[in-house]
């Protein structure tokens, strides 16, 4: 800690961590330091590892002293909203306040639960067939501002289109579009002057936001079951 404070950080983030016991520990060593502490922990609606449902873990990291608190990696961008909405209320019930942070994959992860994508047979090495749309993204985005998540962003999984299409979605709560926006149009804007009139037809919103993709693969399951070895 004494090597980031010589660098006179903005803050501390204590993540991936799925035991809130050890998530609680780290935030106590860090506020020593006076700067402000986030901790976001990689786990489901479920709970963490050892059973503790995430309203209680939320409880827990605050009264550490965590000034953010929320969910990173392990799971699809919807679960990990659900996850933060149950940390949410958690802290309401017992009136303490703090800011809420999201950082999920850039995978679906349905089936998923105690275990997170690590458990999945694609793991690590085939995740690409589960990879999310940028549409999925504005919907995630959506979803996580209407909740009161105001730290948004993403983890393993996620690319540079990704993050463009949170700020895009959020762009009239932010007051701007990013830079990146002026390289193309949005919600396919641009496939207008596309030389298939059949193509012409999808420059618009309501076609990629009701848009059903298909995996492409003939025999391709509609979800993967999970190793029931996970942690052994």
């Known amino acids: 800690m ?32 006076g700067k402000t502490v986030g ?22 990291l605050v009264k550490a002293g965590a000034d953010i608190v929320g969910i990173n990696c392990h799971l699809d961008p919807l679960t990990c909203v659900r996850t933060v909405k149950l940390m949410k209320a958690g802290l309401e019930k017992a009136g303490l306040k703090a800011h809420l942070m999201i950082q999920p994959l850039g995978f679906h992860t349905p089936e998923c639960n105690l ?21 999925d993204i504005h919907k995630y985005a959506r979803e996580a501002y209407n ?19 949170i700020a895009e979605e959020l762009a009239a709560e932010r007051g701007f579009l990013p830079p990146a926006s002026e390289k193309h149009g949005l919600w396919g804007a641009a496939l207008e002057m596309h030389t298939k009139p059949w193509v012409r037809t999808r420059a618009h919103r ?17 979800m993967g079951p999970p190793g029931d070895d996970y942690g052994k």
């Open 2 to 33: 004494d090597d980031f404070m010589k660098k006179n950080i903005d803050f501390f983030i204590v993540e991936f961590v799925d035991h809130v016991e050890e998530a609680v520990w780290a935030v106590e060593v860090l506020k020593t330091s």
């Open 206 to 222: 309501d076609y990629w936001e009701n848009l059903l993709p298909a995996s492409g693969r003939p025999y391709c399951p509609s």
């Open 39 to 60: 901790a976001t922990m990689c786990i489901s609606p479920h709970g963490d590892m050892d059973g503790v449902p995430p309203g209680e873990c939320a409880v827990r």
């Open 115 to 135: 275990g997170g994508y690590t458990s999945l047979p694609e793991y690590p090495f085939a995740m690409e067939t589960r990879a999310i749309t940028r549409w």
């Open 147 to 165: 909740a009161g998540i105001r730290y948004i962003g993403g983890c393993c999984g996620f690319e540079a289109y990704h993050i463009r299409a």
